[in-house]
């Protein structure tokens, strides 16, 4: 049996006779639970997530360092990679990658690596029938574009701003015109 890694980027990643072999598969799945603490001491949980999926691998590469090399470059570029093994994963990430050469296999190397199932999200769209778009609305209430900012058509008067104006320079009783002298006027004593 072909045990496989296709990675998007990196290549692929063949064991077979004569190139090594995976020993182990491993598939592990988990969930976290959230606690919240009430009042009399104790929790209560009230929300259960999954973990994302792992598979772990172990196994030899023979005569040569390429199949190694070829792994350590796919967790090094976080390659998106396809395993086929008794297990057929996709959509998968190398998360750790661990490397042990021994004088029993002089030419190779055995490896255990972990991946992790990565959730792939992409943008929707959504067709909205029937539905005026704001940007074709522009024209109504004597309002037009002007590519990133809104311009009225009517000015306003010379008159109004004055007003505007003069509110602001009313005395008031609260706020900061209230206070005529200032409590700190910067110098230290």
């Known amino acids: 049996m072909a045990y496989v890694l296709l990675g998007r980027k990196c290549g692929t990643v063949r064991f077979e006779p004569g190139s090594g072999t995976i020993q182990k598969e491993s598939i592990a799945k988990s969930s976290k639970m959230t606690s919240n603490a009430i009042e009399n001491g104790s929790n209560i949980e009230d929300h259960v997530y999954k973990n994302p999926e792992q598979l772990q691998i172990n196994g030899v590469v023979i005569g040569g360092m390429d199949a190694a090399a070829a ?3 796919m967790w090094k570029q976080r390659d998106l990679v396809t395993y086929a093994g008794r ?15 021994d004088k029993g296999n002089r030419d190779g190397c055995s490896f255990s690596a972990t991946l992790q199932k990565v959730t792939v999200a992409s943008s929707s769209y959504v067709e909205i029938g029937g539905v005026k778009l704001m940007s074709s609305q522009d024209g109504i209430a004597g309002i037009r574009s002007s590519g990133l ?41």
């Open 71 to 73: 792994l350590e470059n």
């Open 149 to 189: 900012t809104t311009a009225a058509r009517e000015s306003v008067t010379s008159s109004a701003y004055a007003d505007y104006v003069r509110s602001y320079n009313r005395q008031s009783n609260n706020g900061p015109n209230a206070r005529k002298t200032a409590s700190y006027n910067g110098v230290r004593g």
């Open 87 to 101: 297990f057929r994963k996709s959509d998968l990430i190398i998360i750790s990658l661990k490397l042990d050469a």
